[in-house]
């Protein structure tokens, strides 16, 4: 069983589109995160939600918006997408009380024509 | 400013030798420190946890040392083998937060 997935695993766009990614936690874990990861591997924090709740937004373009319908989902919703947001975006949760040790999803790899 | 450097070139070492990367901070007063591996095309694993009170920590033929003064931790592989080739990561918490700071990562290589 998979613990934490994201869908679509590559996402392949044409510039100005929305698309959105999905992530799921089989974990029973409180926090999710979204990460992006870019060519030169450097892995940064976009977002993180507490029981549904958002708690870290870092300085990331409002077009990008998260979205928690629960606590074991957190999508991650991008409009009118630019070449610049070509990278691997990763979902990833932890526990609190855990010193938010955290899993990783797979990753999807995203690339804007 | 903030800072998390670890060895940006690849290190490339003989099986059977002990593995070293280093992770160096500046500016943060982290509680936590983890060390994760990162194949290529997947997502990170977490491996090692270490907090800023203790001085060392092993799992298997992992080792970590953290020293809160040279705001360093240092990461051991021994008896490295080949499977053991990939980037590593150190990361640190932001106290007070549920946020961790990345390190760029060093890309290991264990050659047979």
């Known amino acids: 069983d998979t613990a934490v997935s994201q869908t679509p695993k590559y996402l392949v766009t044409q510039m100005g589109n929305d698309k959105s990614i999905k992530c799921e936690q089989n974990?029973?874990?409180?926090?999710m995160y979204w990460y992006k990861q870019d060519s030169k591997k450097f892995l940064k924090i976009m977002f993180s939600?507490?029981?549904?709740?958002?708690?870290i937004n870092e300085t990331v373009p409002n077009r990008f918006s998260p979205k928690s319908p629960d606590k074991a989902h957190l999508n991650l919703h991008i409009n009118s997408l630019e070449l610049g947001d070509s990278a691997v975006y990763f979902c990833?949760?932890?526990?609190?009380?855990?010193?938010?040790?955290?899993?990783f999803g797979p990753g999807t790899r995203l690339l804007v024509l | 400013s903030q800072k998390i450097e670890q060895n940006s070139e690849a290190l490339n070492i003989q099986e059977g030798k002990t593995a070293t990367l280093t992770c160096n901070y500046t500016?943060?007063?982290?509680?936590?420190l983890q060390w994760y591996r990162q194949d290529p095309g997947r997502g990170p694993v977490f491996l090692l946890l270490?907090?800023?009170?203790?001085k060392e920590k092993r799992k298997e033929r992992l080792k970590v040392t953290f020293d809160t003064t040279l705001k360093q931790s240092l990461f051991h592989i021994t008896a490295s083998q080949p499977a053991d080739s990939a980037t590593y990561l150190c990361?640190?918490?932001?106290?007070?937060?549920?946020?961790?700071?990345f390190g760029t990562g060093t890309r290991l290589k264990v050659l047979a």
């Open positions: 270490i907090r800023e009170n203790e």
């Open positions: 500016n943060y007063s982290p509680a936590y």
């Open positions: 990361a640190l918490d932001i106290s007070g937060t549920y946020k961790y700071i």
């Open positions: 990833a949760s932890s526990q609190v009380g855990t010193a938010e040790t955290q899993y």
């Open positions: 974990l029973g874990h409180d926090t």
């Open positions: 939600y507490n029981n549904k709740e958002l708690i």
